[in-house]
């Protein structure tokens, strides 16, 4: 398979940061050489380091890691955009970049004479323009203004229309770099399915976004840059797993290095802790996770109910654990006691995870303990699971399945079988 | 908060979601197209500069050239109230203002011309000159954003302010010839030569802007230094005085080493004296510009390289 893309030893210094210079420093710079002054050299900002990897033809990578990774550098590094200190890329077939777009636009042009001028300026011709014009405004869902200056645009539309202009390039690389953040969540899915489409067609694609899990869905494949280096390359769960990973222990270290853990609220304090069999507050996957919360009473007699969940960072939970949802009885609180929630066999994998919870008054109205997060657990692997039956991102549970297979021969077995029982 | 039902559907849904990606990547792709169709793209490190390539490049990419310089007109007089008329306005009342007080008041020699037309055909050059330039000089800096996101060569921004600008100077001469007429100054054979005049002037705006645009990009210092500039280029170039003003012995030289002396002295030559321009300073300031649009685009292609890094 040839190589769409490759990286060759990239390595790419900023000489200190991108700021003005004037005509005095750099005067002042060669004085200095004369006069034998030294000054203290900028360091240079190393924001790639040797990097070389190489992406197939027709196949679809995401570049993960963190913000400052070098990964938008990569992708201006291959777009042409700027160039490395050292090494070579390579790019093969036509590219088209998609790198943050919507803000070329000019703001006294209309809609209309922007798309030809932006999509001249990204490599149509004006045939394909023209070719193209009603599917690129429709598309971008401004059919409305597109002969009004983009200035009267709002900034979702602008972003839309620059989005779909670039959209449609169909060059044979695609390069994008958090383009796919803009829109509400229609136009987000549109831009998903768009992409999904152009990869069909059989397109090279380097994604770059912190959305992971667009990228989870449009990349089979990862590579993790950390500080301008390639850490990790290969199948896309590793490669989330990896960051995640990095990303939790630095979160978690913050945490553990003494955060308040006590909430109160009314008559009740708590504590609460997510424990693993040992009692740390780490487990393995598919051990019992315990949630263990210590309270308070100063109104003995008090009933309550507790309720747990488990969320990995995401706006919802991944589970709950409920009282109230699951119909039990409220539990009456002494001066001091310990509620515990275990629960057996966790089929989470291996990340930082964040335990809310909330206590609710029996009555059903008003807490004592908001709704908020109370503590955070880690969850380890010893060994690696296959990558058939979990999702990194979007549901990072392992659940067991065994598919049936109905087939003709099956059928026609036991067509032959009811038939059998029918006739006499 | 959601309920754990939900929850549940969600997390079959989110599986099932996860397999169709899985086989969507799977699936079965239109074959890439032959390798050897395919253009091949390196970008390594090391100093720019020009090259055959280069220059193809800049051709590849001319309608976006056009297409930036459609849109700097465009945009232009989107916006002006008066209009392409603003093109008419500023060098007759530059002109104006002139014969008023270096012609009447001053008593500046003026050719045996009315010193309107004749500071006319000064401001005229001028006025492109001067607009063209600055705004070549600032085009890279104004679409900043345009070079941290797409590629084309960066030349093409300063070429269309420089293009862009030649839609101000045709009005702005038929200005001129309008007012010759009214003078009594008929076109004669020598109108010929006009474009000799016009080449010089365009050539040396593009050497000017395309040195300062990518100078502007690594130091912002050319934005205050500029002004200045063109304001002690008004007045060392015979824009309010005659060429005959500058001493014989260095006149020659002088006109060619400031073209823009060689392109108004022979603009008042055809116009006001019905005489061709004097052949060798025009060809010689006409050489000296190409040279310099040769060395200034060898600059600019120089620091091309760091602009996404600098701006």
Redesign the interface.
């Known amino acids: 398979m040839t190589a769409a893309i490759s990286f060759d030893g990239v390595t790419k210094h900023y000489r200190g940061t991108r700021e003005y210079r004037a005509l005095r420093d750099d005067l002042a710079g060669v004085v200095g050489r004369i006069s034998g002054k030294k000054r203290s050299p900028r360091s240079p900002v190393r924001a790639l380091e040797e990097v070389s990897f190489e992406i197939p033809e027709g196949q679809s990578f995401a570049l993960i890691g963190a913000n400052g990774a070098g990964k938008t550098t990569a992708l201006r590094i291959a777009s042409r955009i700027t160039y490395p200190t050292t090494g070579r890329v390579r790019v093969r077939g036509r590219v088209g970049a998609l790198i943050e777009v919507g803000t070329g636009l000019h703001p006294e042009l209309s809609g209309r004479e922007n798309v030809r001028l932006h999509g001249r300026i990204l490599g149509l011709s004006r045939r394909d323009v023209q070719a193209r014009f009603d599917q690129i405004v429709e598309f971008a869902e401004v059919q409305a203004a597109i002969d009004r200056p983009v200035k009267q645009f709002s900034s979702g539309m602008q972003l839309r229309l620059g989005f779909s202009i670039a959209a449609h390039l169909e060059p044979d690389v695609l390069l994008v770099d958090e383009a796919l953040a803009v829109g509400d969540a229609g136009f987000q899915a549109k831009s998903v399915t768009r992409m999904l489409e152009l990869l069909r067609e059989g397109r090279t694609i380097l994604f770059v976004s912190h959305n992971l899990y667009a990228v989870e869905m449009l990349c089979p494949q990862g590579i993790y840059l950390r500080k301008g280096q390639v850490v990790l390359e290969g199948p896309i769960q590793q490669v989330l797993r990896t960051y995640l990973d990095d990303v939790d222990s630095a979160v978690l270290n913050a945490h553990e290095r003494g955060s308040d853990s006590v909430f109160s609220g009314g008559p009740l304090a708590i504590e609460v802790r997510g424990e693993g069999p040992d009692g740390r507050s780490s487990l393995r996957t598919g051990e019992t996770l315990t949630i263990r919360c210590d309270y308070e009473c100063l109104q003995p007699g008090l009933r309550a109910f507790f309720h747990f969940g488990v969320t990995d960072g995401r706006a919802g939970n991944i589970f709950l654990a409920s009282q109230v949802v699951d119909g039990d009885e409220p539990l009456e609180l002494a001066r001091r006691g310990t509620v515990t929630c275990a629960v057996p066999a966790l089929p989470l994998l291996p990340r930082v995870y964040e335990i809310w919870g909330e206590v609710r008054v029996e009555s059903g109205w008003g807490n004592f303990i908001d709704w908020q997060q109370l503590t955070r657990f880690r969850v380890e692997s010893a060994e690696e699971i296959s990558s058939v039956s979990h999702s990194a991102m979007d549901a990072p549970v392992v659940v067991p399945f065994v598919f049936s297979h109905r087939n003709d021969a099956t059928q026609i077995a036991e067509a032959r079988q009811v038939s059998e029982e029918v006739t006499p | 908060?959601?309920?754990?039902q939900a929850?549940e559907d969600?997390?079959s849904v989110?599986?099932a979601?996860?397999e169709a990606?899985?086989r969507?990547?799977t699936?079965p792709?239109?074959?890439?197209?032959e390798?050897s169709e395919?253009?091949?793209?390196?970008?390594?490190?090391?100093p720019g500069g020009i090259s055959r390539d280069a220059l193809r490049e800049l051709w590849a990419f001319r309608?976006?050239l056009w297409?930036?310089a459609?849109?700097q007109v465009?945009?232009k007089y989107?916006?002006a109230a008066i209009g392409v008329g603003w093109a008419v306005v500023q060098p007759i009342a530059a002109a104006g203002i002139f014969a008023l007080f270096l012609g009447r008041f001053a008593n500046v020699a003026s050719e045996g011309a009315p010193y309107l037309l004749f500071a006319l055909c000064g401001t005229v050059i001028w006025t492109y000159f001067s607009g063209s330039a600055a705004s070549a000089a600032e085009s890279l800096v104004t679409d900043s954003?345009?070079?941290?996101?797409?590629?084309?060569p960066r030349e093409v921004l300063p070429l269309a302010a420089i293009l862009a600008g030649l839609v101000d100077f045709a009005p702005a001469l038929a200005t001129l010839i309008v007012a010759a007429l009214l003078y009594g100054f008929v076109p004669g054979l020598t109108w010929l030569a006009l474009p000799l005049v016009l080449a010089i002037v365009v050539l040396f705006a593009t050497a000017f802007g395309l040195g300062l645009s990518g100078l502007n990009v690594?130091?912002?210092?050319v934005r205050y230094v500029l002004p200045f500039v063109l304001q002690l280029g008004l007045f060392a170039s015979p824009v309010v005085y005659s060429l005959a003003s500058v001493p014989a012995g260095s006149r020659d030289l002088y006109a060619v080493l400031n073209p823009l002396g060689a392109a108004i002295d022979g603009l008042r030559r055809i116009v006001l004296h019905n005489e061709w321009p004097h052949l060798w300073v025009s060809f010689g300031a006409l050489g000296w510009c190409a040279a310099l649009v040769v060395g200034s685009y060898a600059l600019f292609k120089r620091l091309e390289?760091g602009f996404?890094?600098?701006i």
């Open positions: 908060m959601r309920s754990q929850r969600a997390v989110d599986v979601g996860g990606a899985a969507i990547s699936a792709r239109s074959a890439p197209a390798v395919k253009p091949i793209l390196d970008v390594e490190g090391g309608e976006v297409a930036f459609v849109r465009t945009v989107k916006q954003a345009l070079l941290r996101k797409v590629f084309f690594y130091y912002r210092d390289r996404a890094d600098r």
